[in-house]
């Protein structure tokens, strides 16, 4: 099992704000795997720091709900929950739809090109089954509304909640996106080109919903 980040060593001062980040990014992606136990001295030799920093980047993690200290035992990497997961969806999808709803009055020809090109690359990595590129497609898709909407408190809420919801879509990749997306997505953008906020933010809050709703039936398949 693969249970370490790959990891360089800190150059900067700033280290517990590094080695969080660093942290953050290899449990989001899984490279740090749900249930991998934390050792703050094994972490803090791999960073090349004491072990003060790696336990301060931690237990902000744990505040976050990415990291559990287990009575009794090691600290670990947060095990996946789809039905809490769910429930973040729910918050996901009503933030990404007032970014839409604030956006679509501002966007110009270039962000209606951005949306048109990142669904084409999320239709082509979907076609090979490049999840990395499906996904990055997928989030610069979304983008164009939060970079557009302009409001940093949409960015600040989102940042504390989406991890939940990334880990738990890309461990399911492969069982909850197809094609479907792609034209929800057209649908959306359909929208932005009419100038229709009201219609583009419902559109956009189906469209995470409708993901929330694949992942908590792949997880009840799963269990059946």
């Known amino acids: 099992m693969k249970t370490k980040p790959t990891i360089q060593r800190i150059k900067r001062q700033s ?5 969080y980040e660093a942290l953050r990014q290899a449990i989001v992606s899984l490279e740090l795997e749900p249930g991998a136990k934390l050792s ?9 720091v004491s072990r003060t920093p790696v336990r301060e980047a931690l237990k902000r993690l744990e ?24 429930h973040a969806f729910t918050v996901v999808a009503a933030l990404h739809a007032l970014a839409a709803r604030l956006a679509v009055p501002c966007l110009g020809p270039e962000e209606h090109e951005a949306l048109e090109q ?11 089954n490049d999840v990395p590129a499906a996904i990055e497609a997928d989030n610069a898709f979304h ?6 909407a302009g409001n940093p408190e949409i960015l600040s809420a989102l940042k504390g909640i989406l991890p939940k919801v990334q880990r738990l879509e890309i461990s399911r990749f492969a069982s909850v996106h197809g094609l479907q997306s792609v034209e929800q997505h057209r649908r959306i953008a359909d929208a932005c080109r009419k100038r229709d906020a009201a219609a583009a933010a ?5 469209n995470w919903l409708t993901l929330g709703e694949r992942l908590a039936g792949s997880n009840q398949a799963e269990k059946g």
């Open 202 to 206: 419902r559109l956009v809050e189906e």
């Open 15 to 19: 280290f517990r704000d590094e080695i």
């Open 118 to 128: 990142s669904n084409k690359a999320l239709e082509e990595a979907l076609g090979r």
């Open 40 to 48: 703050d001295q094994e972490l803090a030799e791999q960073f090349g």
């Open 143 to 148: 983008a164009v509304f939060l970079q557009a």
């Open 63 to 86: 505040d976050e709900g990415l990291v559990e200290a287990v009575p009794g035992s090691a600290t670990r990497v947060t095990p996946l929950k789809p039905e809490e997961g769910r």
